[in-house]
C-alpha cells in the first residue's frame, strides 16, 4: 500500500516537471560591455515566466529598444521572427546574434 502512494507521488512530480515551460533563467541580469564608458551599450534581460523581456539601450546609437524573446538553449530568439538575437558564450558573457564575440559581460 505505501509503495503504491510512493510510486504515485513519484509519478505525480514527473508530470508536474513535464509542465514546467518557465525560462531556466540563465540570461536574467544586466549585461554591460567589458570596457563600460557613457556611450557603452547595456542590455537587461528579465525574466518574465515562458520567456523573457530585453531592454537594449544604446546610446551612440539612440537605441532604446525593448522586447521579448524567447530562449532556444544557449540562444535568445525574436519572438515574432525567430531571429536570433543574442548568444550566451558562457554564464558571464553575452554575444550579439549568433556571433562568437564577447559584447557584453554579467555586471
Not at 509542465?19 to 525574466?47: L, M, R
Not at 548568444?87 to 558573457?93: D, G, R, Y
Amino acid at each position: 500500500m505505501i509503495l503504491k502512494k510512493v510510486i504515485a507521488v513519484c509519478l505525480f512530480s514527473i508530470a508536474l516537471a513535464g509542465c514546467n515551460d518557465n525560462v531556466s533563467g540563465k540570461f536574467s541580469g544586466t549585461w554591460v560591455e567589458p570596457d563600460a564608458d557613457s556611450n557603452s551599450s547595456i542590455v537587461t534581460i528579465t525574466a518574465k515566466g515562458d520567456h523573457y523581456e530585453v531592454n537594449h539601450v544604446a546610446p551612440i546609437i539612440k537605441r532604446n529598444s525593448t522586447f521579448d524573446v524567447k530562449e532556444d538553449s544557449n540562444y535568445l530568439r525574436s519572438m515574432s521572427t525567430n531571429r536570433i538575437e543574442y548568444t550566451l558564450l558562457s554564464p558571464n558573457e553575452l554575444a550579439f546574434g549568433n556571433k562568437k564575440k564577447v559584447m557584453w559581460i554579467k555586471k
